[in-house]
């Protein structure tokens, strides 16, 4: 299914000329429809956001955790998330992931210039009930986002081809041009854009031909109060219960930060493939360096969902 350079293609039952088909696939992988960043932020109390919404409006999926490690004491409530959540859980997700994921900390990407970035990916799943968030009382103390994508919808989410028999991870000489065509005002914001995006789009190359109902996890986004609380590794064994709940075959993780890397292939992932960090190059020059968590590279890891569910119960 890779596209010939001298065919129109139709996407999404438009017509893709040739000339036009390179910036089409750059951005369709994660196009952007419509979505909305507040004009206003919410307030903030004792480094927290607060829920307000009513007892009983979200689905509850565990009402009471508690924590293995000592010093964690009070119980954490899980819901999942919907679109009456997207102001709230979208300012927590772009304050958490510009101050704490990787490339985006290498960038010192303003919330501003962040924003964009994640209220669209945000708006892409929210609708999808396979994404939640924990609390402590009203406190927001972490979320998880995933979504999943059918069969039918996979020739649009990965353009640059589907089930190849040798496939392999095209790595440009330098991103310079296609940064600046980028979709956002901000160039650093861009960066981080096009670089996961370059996954995304080439992942479909990579698909094992069973695939047909894939989970993808999007974010992980602990409150650094909670981050050595085990929560991570119960928000992922949650995150594979409604996997199975929502009959998907195979999970599939853009794993930017070691420890996600590694805790992926402890639940028996496989790395379909990885972009090194110092390959992604703006103008000649390696622009994602010194990783705060002493990453090389993001790994693309592929599992089946029926394999990580017993690894998943050992480790949360």
């Known amino acids: ?81 919907d679109r009456k959540d997207y102001v709230f859980i979208g300012q927590y997700f772009t304050w958490h992931f510009s101050k704490f994921c990787n490339i985006f900390e290498c960038q010192k990407l303003k919330y501003d210039e962040a ?31 995933s979504t999943f994508y059918t069969f039918d919808e996979f020739p649009l989410k990965y353009p640059r081809g589907l089930y190849d028999e040798n496939p392999k991870f095209v790595i440009q000489k330098d991103y310079g041009q296609d940064i600046t065509n980028g979709p956002f005002p901000s160039r650093k914001a861009n960066r981080c854009y096009l670089f996961i995006d370059e996954c995304i789009s080439q992942t479909g190359k990579f698909l094992p031909k069973d695939c047909k109902k894939l989970s993808i996890i999007r974010s992980t986004c602990v409150h650094p109060k909670y981050m050595k609380s085990g929560l991570a590794q119960f928000l992922t064994y949650k995150a594979v219960e409604l996997f199975k709940k929502h009959e998907c075959d195979y999970w599939l993780s853009y794993s930017l930060a070691a420890a996600a890397a590694g805790f992926n292939l402890k639940i028996n992932g496989k790395e379909l493939f990885e972009f090194p960090y110092e390959d992604f190059k703006d103008d000649g020059k390696s622009v994602f360096t010194n990783m705060c968590d002493g990453a090389k590279s993001l790994k693309t890891i592929l599992g089946k969902v029926d394999e990580a569910w017993p690894l998943v119960q050992r480790y949360s």
């Open 1 to 81: 299914m890779l596209l010939n350079k001298f065919q129109s293609v139709k996407i999404a039952g438009k017509l893709i000329l040739p000339f036009q088909q390179k910036q089409h696939l750059r951005w369709a992988s994660s196009s952007l429809p419509k979505y909305e960043i507040p004009s206003k932020r919410l307030p903030v109390y004792n480094g927290f956001l607060l829920d307000t919404r009513a007892k009983g409006e979200r689905e509850v999926i565990e009402p009471e955790w508690k924590s293995k490690i000592e010093g964690f004491k009070k119980p954490l409530r899980i819901e999942i998330i």
């Open 115 to 145: 924003a964009p970035i994640f209220f669209n990916t945000l708006n892409s799943l929210i609708d999808k009930p396979l994404s939640f968030a924990a609390f402590e009382g009203d406190k927001l103390v972490g979320i998880f986002l």
